[in-house]
């Protein structure tokens, strides 16, 4: 229900943006970054970061001068690898995995453009995603009683690691303007949580990114 409600808003929202008279923009954007995860685990974890590639396509309408109502949907590729080591009265659990995970991200935003030489873009606002694919493979290894047991896995992720996420991100960039063709590369930050989980997440995200975008106006 609260899924079914989320679309519904986002729809009311981006057919709102369409209605408004004034300068359309549509365009993709392609970006990379890292992938920055944190586990609420009640032990010790290291997590590096591997890798994100963003592909997004994105659409907004002018408001005014300075302000822009926009929309997009993107397809992100996250990658990291996680360790960890459990040790209890006579044993040892070392583990180490590589995760691979495909999001799908919608974001609502208002966008800001001042500057007169140089044209600087602010966007900020909501963002809610879905994991579409997942991949996790690696060992663990339980030392106990001078033995040693290996076990290996190879398939979908079995910890919740941002499923159906909700978050935020925030991004600035300067505009090159080619008549009616921009050129707008820019640096990207994202926070993702399992918050519309009854049960709370295991991992959230951080991610920095650069995107570079191109878009073309209209109307």
């Known amino acids: 229900m609260k899924k079914i409600k989320l679309i519904s808003i986002i729809i009311a929202l981006f057919a709102i943006s369409i209605s408004i008279k004034g300068q359309s923009e549509i365009g993709v954007k392609i970006g990379s970054g890292v992938p920055y995860y944190k586990s609420t685990f009640n032990y010790n974890v290291y997590i590096k970061p591997t890798s994100l590639y963003n592909y997004e396509v994105f659409y907004s309408k002018k ?7 926009g929309a997009s949907f993107a397809y992100q590729k996250h ?3 996680s360790s960890w080591l459990i040790s209890g009265s006579g044993y040892d659990i070392y583990s180490i995995y590589d995760y691979s995970l495909g999001y799908v991200f919608i974001k609502l935003y208002p966008q ?7 044209i600087f873009v602010i966007q900020f606002g909501p963002t809610f995603s879905k994991m579409i694919t997942s991949n996790e493979v690696g060992t663990t290894d339980i030392y106990q009683n001078l033995n040693v047991q290996n076990k ?8 919740r690691i941002v499923e159906d996420g909700f978050g ?3 991004s600035i960039g300067i505009e090159f303007k080619i008549e009616k063709v921009v ?3 820019s ?3 994202q926070y993702s949580m399992n918050s519309l989980k009854a049960v709370p997440a295991q991992f959230t995200e951080r991610s920095i990114l650069l995107n570079l975008g191109i878009s073309y106006n209209f109307g």
């Open 152 to 159: 290996s896995y190879d398939g979908e992720i079995r910890y």
């Open 187 to 189: 640096i990207q930050y």
């Open 168 to 170: 935020v991100f925030s």
């Open 183 to 185: 050129v707008t590369p």
């Open 79 to 81: 990658k990291f690898n």
């Open 63 to 69: 408001v005014d001068n300075i302000l822009k109502l």
């Open 112 to 118: 800001l453009t001042f500057g007169d030489k140089v």
